[in-house]
């Protein structure tokens, strides 16, 4: 059973980083990306960026691109996302996703989900 | 980057009926549109890709169909697990992109 186990709920003061984590089981890690989704409250889903855990190569959404920062660790199957800076902009729920490395034409077709991480950012 | 456009915003329909819900892209992303569910407490779900290819385990009273800038989420025959909130996401080009959300509620 494929699972994406995300760190809980995180409360940052404002200019701090937080490094969030997501946990893959259930399926072979290498052979699928990891994407990042945000979700500000109450409203709608931005694809922050995904990462390619056989060989590190990422890409981010230009949005992102000086927010952000993927990783993996291969020998404990995990994702992580370090958000630098944080202002309350910055404030969301953030979903690990994963996409199949195999199937031509789904590089953006998140086929399961973490349950997300809330950050809020308040002093 | 392309833009999309989900309506109706709201959704409210009883069990058994059927409900559609649309989506439209800026410019033309070919077939390559997804569909998800979102309930609160439930890890997010695919349904459907490519416009019309229904993800394994999604229950065949969902459909999907359109292509360019313009798609449809038919659900038949409405049972209670299927209320909650939809979005639409284009997977044909960087940066992938969600429509706004439907909510789909029980009258």
């Known amino acids: 059973q494929v699972n994406l186990l995300q760190s809980r709920a995180a409360l940052v003061k404002p200019g701090a980083s937080v490094k969030l984590s997501c946990k893959a089981s259930g399926y072979t890690f290498t052979d699928y990306y990891i994407h990042w989704v945000k979700q500000s409250h109450g409203k709608s889903l931005e694809w922050i960026g995904y990462i390619n855990p056989n060989s590190g190569y990422t890409n981010y959404n230009e949005k992102f691109k000086s927010k952000a920062t993927l990783t993996v660790d291969k020998s404990t199957n995990t994702a992580y996302m370090e958000l630098s800076r944080l202002t309350s902009e910055d404030s969301a729920t953030y979903y690990c996703t994963r996409s199949s490395r195999i199937i031509r034409g789904t590089l953006y077709v998140m086929d399961a989900w973490g349950q997300g991480a809330s950050v809020t950012v308040s002093s | 980057d392309v833009q999309m456009t989900q309506s109706p915003s709201n959704l409210a329909a009883s069990p058994g009926e059927s409900v559609s819900i649309n989506c439209k892209a800026s410019?033309?992303?070919?077939?390559?549109l997804a569909w998800y569910q979102q309930k609160p407490g439930k890890a997010n779900k695919l349904l459907i890709y490519s416009g019309s290819t229904l993800q394994s385990g999604t229950p065949s009273r969902f459909s999907g169909s359109g292509s360019g800038t313009d798609f449809t989420l038919t659900i038949r025959n409405l049972e209670p697990e299927d209320f909650g909130l939809y979005y639409c996401?284009?997977?044909?080009?960087?940066?992938?992109?969600f429509g706004s959300g439907t909510k789909l509620e029980i009258k």
């Open positions: 996401q284009q997977h044909n080009e960087y940066p992938p992109s």
């Open positions: 410019k033309s992303i070919s077939k390559y």
